[in-house]
């Protein structure tokens, strides 16, 4: 049964830093690209962050130069640096893995992780 | 804003035939493919139709996808009170980079 376990979230200061993981089980984790999708409370999804198979990592203009995602295979897990967070960033966050290299098919995703930013 | 437009709300009975539609551009929805994914308060998103119109194993046939154009569209026939839940499209956008999402529909179940 493939899994994806977020962990890392809670309150951060403004201009402050958090770090997310996401345990992945239940499938080849090095096989496939993994991502960061979050949500404002009373919001719609939004793309965060791309690794794939081979590192790269891709970022939308709101986050570019503030959040770092990598991975490790050997750990399973991948990973979301956040820095200079911003009130605007309060989401939960999901990771979620896609398939077929289609970076909009989504077809598994982790139950969420609360992150908060405010002083 | 989100990139690809959805209204806010959709309604039916039982006995009809819900529309909930997906109006992107050709650097999004015209040139790629189209998902569907169903949320309930709470919980993480759940992929509901995958390449336009593909159910995943367990996704009951009332649901189905189509795509026309820079729009799609998720078809529900016969909605039950447990389809209620928000409903949100997404595609790859060839300008962005990245995937795009829809702002979500909220459907009601008369």
């Known amino acids: 049964e493939v899994q994806l376990v977020e962990s890392g979230g809670g309150l951060a200061q403004p201009g402050g830093s958090l770090r997310l993981s996401c345990a992945a089980s239940g499938f080849t984790f090095s096989s496939y690209d993994m991502h960061w999708v979050r949500q404002a409370t009373g919001r719609g999804l939004e793309w965060v962050s791309s690794v794939g198979i081979a590192g790269d990592t891709y970022y939308p203009g709101s986050v570019k130069g503030r959040f770092t995602v990598s991975r490790d295979n050997a750990r399973n897990s991948f990973y979301l640096q956040m820095n200079s967070l911003r009130a605007a960033d309060t989401a939960i966050y999901y990771c979620?893995?896609?398939?077929?290299?289609?970076?909009?098919?989504?077809?598994?995703w982790g139950q969420g992780i609360l992150v908060t930013v405010s002083s | 804003q989100s990139v690809l437009s959805q209204a806010p709300s959709a309604s039916g009975t039982p006995g009809q035939r819900v529309i909930i539609s997906c109006s992107g551009s050709s650097s999004n929805i015209g040139r790629n493919y189209v998902y569907w994914y169903q949320q309930f308060p709470g919980t993480a998103p759940k992929l509901l139709i995958y390449r336009n119109n593909e159910r995943p194993s367990g996704v009951p046939d009332r649901f189905s996808g189509s795509k026309s154009g820079t729009s799609a569209s998720l078809a529900i026939s016969g909605p039950r009170s447990e389809d209620e839940a928000d409903y949100y499209c997404a595609s790859w956008d060839d300008s962005l980079r990245g995937p795009v999402f829809g702002g979500g529909t909220n459907l009601i179940v008369l």
């Open positions: 979620a893995r896609t398939s077929y290299g289609d970076y909009a098919y989504f077809d598994y």
